[in-house]
């Protein structure tokens, strides 16, 4: 019998979750150096249609993402991701980034929005599947406010989770709107994506330079907050990086503890290590590549 396979994610057919499961499937067994076929099996593939549809849809060949899976990497990179992240800052923020070929526009709430808890706000919503489970989008009319992620089933937990940021929001479930948003992030179709910042004035100063770290490098805590003006910080840092309300496009994944190691991801240590796996396999691969080595 032959496998049927979408070419499209967003059209119906079920690959992103196959591939999502995958990658849950190498992030957690990648010490073993799981085989191609234990990994096509996890996403009811055979090995020759699992390589091309992962490598097609991830960006990089199911091999290079294993080779990116150890914490040795994130080490090795954090002193590169700290000096760039020091020039980024002391050359100033725009207030514009470019990420994964898409240039962010961001602008924030005023701090008086922020205390009425998102009053007169309206925000879409939609779930849909992406390659680190089921991602949850969230846009006002200005821009993206919120992108999230958990597993199926999750969705009802997801969704109290973000509202408590903005408790006095409406909300409306509109797919459609949220489907583009999510192929323009996850396809890497290019064009403006506006972020619409919502948090304290603090807090929008931390995601500002997270927006600094380049893809695929790495930074602590402390070096955010010494590039932020107070080297003592660290912890208020890490408050403000766990309140990210946009994972992902604002990078909270880039930050590591003081020795290197990958600490707490509101979304799961799971997550934040295929993150940072994939950033920086998709860094050495070409942007034409179709085939695992």
């Known amino acids: 019998m032959s496998e049927v396979i979408s070419l499209n994610p967003y059209e119906g057919g079920p690959d992103w979750k196959r591939m999502g499961r995958a990658i849950r499937y190498l992030t957690e067994n990648y ?12 996403a009811g593939l055979s090995p020759f249609h699992f390589q091309r549809l992962f490598t097609r849809y991830v960006g990089v060949s199911p091999k290079s993402f294993v080779g ?29 980034s470019r990420l994964h070929d898409l240039c962010l526009k961001i ?11 998102g009053r007169d706000l309206i925000i879409d919503y939609g779930f849909h599947d992406c390659p680190f489970g089921i991602a949850l989008v969230m846009a006002t009319e200005k821009g993206v406010c919120g992108l999230a992620f958990g597993d199926d089933g999750g969705e009802a937990a997801m969704m109290d989770d973000m509202r408590t940021r903005w408790p006095n929001a409406a ?13 323009q992030i996850f396809e890497q179709t290019g ?8 948090g304290t004035p603090w807090q929008i100063k931390v995601w500002e330079a997270l927006l600094a770290i380049p893809s695929g490098k790495m930074t602590t805590y402390r070096t955010v907050a010494e590039k932020l003006g107070n080297g003592k910080a660290s912890r208020a840092v890490g408050t403000a990086v766990g309140r990210n309300p946009i994972s992902w496009l604002i990078p909270c994944h880039r930050v590591l503890g003081s020795d290197g190691a990958l600490t707490g991801y509101h979304w799961g240590l799971t997550r934040k290590r295929s993150m940072l796996a994939l950033e920086a396999a998709r860094l050495q691969e070409s942007p034409n590549t179709s085939a695992i080595a």
């Open 68 to 96: 990116h899976l150890t914490l040795d990497h994130a080490k090795k990179e954090l002193a590169g991701g700290a000096s760039v992240l020091s020039a980024a800052l002391d050359s100033g923020l725009s207030g514009s």
């Open 191 to 198: 064009g403006d994506v506006p972020l619409h910042l919502l």
């Open 107 to 117: 602008e924030a709430m005023t701090p008086g929005d922020y205390a009425r808890g």
């Open 171 to 183: 909300y409306r479930e509109n797919r459609a709107r949220t489907e583009r948003i999510a192929k």
């Open 31 to 42: 010490l073993s150096q799981p085989s191609l076929d234990d990994a096509a099996a996890t």
